[in-house]
């Protein structure tokens, strides 16, 4: 909760710093690198999830060897994907300085992330926040309040990078011993093509997830003003504090339900996950509420001129809202071994969310875009839901 405060914080002295225009090239860029660590991650954080808790039990050294393997797969991919996003700003934007950061920077911030879920893995909930997400956010903090008044959306994006790196750094200091292996070590090529095969139907997951987000946010960009786009993205981060929350949530459960996944037991699978459904409902059913019913409110924090964000904030909590209620459907499908149906889910979502974004944002900007996106994303998690449901009904308690 206290690394959400500070992002929410971070939001609004920069939206109050920079105005609604100023902000609009952070807000924007930050959305989409973010949004890249689905890909470069390659689903490793989930899968990390799944299989650190049981390889827990065969020792520290095993966990060590699954750990170098997912990082060799996940930093090599954050370069090349990271590379491809720098050619992209070289075509829409032209040439500056701290796009030749962005690779380094998704490379951390995979490696934070994965990190993250390999600590709620081990039964470290609290670490697995602290250094997946706390100490990122605020060493951010401390620097936006250094930079004060100089700030500009190119010096942001260098500070938000540069507080991954060294959140990365900070990782060897967690105290986990299964952390502490050299990491750059040569991998065991058997795992590392496990990990490929095993990985590859999550990535391609990952990727219409991120496209999804990130085609009808492009095709806002090219027939909104600036200021829209600005309100649309600060929204968004709101929607995307929720949605960090509850994560931080469901990975508690996370280990639970591997492990029944694995003995087969669907009565232990649905209790931890019920578990996780009514936790996150009860600790983030208050703050949607408040953003529901006041959405002016809540966007005028970051400057008189985001009032006209409040709808699409309104909408964006509403879905937030469902998505808690359904759960963590797409992470169940990965605890219980079914990931290779992910690309067709996934794929399903990135049609939809697409098509219904070339036909509601022309007409109804950042509110379409909203619909068109975060319904696909609704209509995939019950699908998903729907498939569990029939899978686990051949499960049989232990």
């Known amino acids: 909760m206290a690394g959400a405060g500070l992002q929410f914080l971070n939001t609004i002295l920069i939206a109050r710093t920079l105005g609604d225009v100023g902000s609009e090239r952070y807000f924007f860029w930050s959305a989409i690198i973010m949004t890249s660590t689905g890909m470069a991650s390659y689903g490793l954080e989930q899968l990390s999830l799944r299989d650190v808790p049981r390889l827990q039990l065969k020792g520290t050294t095993s966990v060590r060897t699954y750990l170098t393997a997912v990082q060799a797969i996940s930093v090599s991919l954050a370069l090349i994907i990271g590379l491809g996003l720098v050619i ?14 962005i690779p380094f920077g998704l490379a951390a911030m995979t490696t ?23 100490l990122p956010v605020f060493i951010f903090t401390i620097a936006i309040a250094l930079a ?29 011993p299964e952390l502490k292996g050299h990491p750059f070590k040569k991998s ?8 490929f095969i095993e990985g590859r139907s999550v990535f391609a997951g990952g990727i219409f997830g991120a496209l999804s987000f990130m085609i009808p946010l492009a095709i806002l960009k090219s027939q909104a003003q600036d200021p829209e786009v600005s309100y649309v993205t600060t929204a968004f981060r709101i929607s995307i504090l929720i949605s960090i929350l509850s994560g931080a949530i469901h990975s508690v459960f996370a280990p639970q339900i591997s492990r029944a ?29 408040i953003g529901v019913a006041f959405p002016q409110l809540v966007m005028q924090i970051f400057g008189e001129s985001f009032r006209d964000g409040a709808s699409t904030l309104r909408l964006l909590l509403i879905c937030n809202l469902i998505s808690l209620v359904l759960g963590p459907v797409l992470q169940l499908l990965i605890m219980i071994g079914s990931n290779r149906h992910l690309p067709r889910f996934g794929f399903f979502k990135l049609i939809i969310a697409v098509a219904a974004g070339w036909v509601l944002i022309p007409k109804f900007g950042g509110v379409g875009m909203v619909v068109a996106m975060s319904g696909a994303f609704l209509l995939e998690e019950l699908a998903v839901l729907i498939y569990i449901g029939l899978k686990l009904r051949k499960y049989g308690p232990a």
């Open 188 to 195: 065991d090529p058997a795992l590392l093509k496990s990990l």
């Open 112 to 134: 934070v992330v994965i990190f993250g879920e390999v600590l709620k893995g081990l039964s470290q909930p609290v670490l697995g926040v602290l250094f997946g997400h706390f």
């Open 261 to 289: 996944a694995e003995s087969f037991d669907a009565r232990r699978v649905f209790k931890s996950y019920s578990k996780a459904v009514i936790f996150s409902l009860v600790a983030l059913g208050p703050p949607i509420f």
């Open 88 to 101: 992209y700003a070289q075509f829409t934007e032209g040439w500056a300085e701290w796009q030749i950061l």
């Open 148 to 176: 004060g008044s100089a700030l500009t959306s190119a010096l942001l994006l260098k500070l938000w990078i540069g507080s991954f790196l060294l959140a990365v750094l900070l990782l060897r200091f967690s105290g986990q």
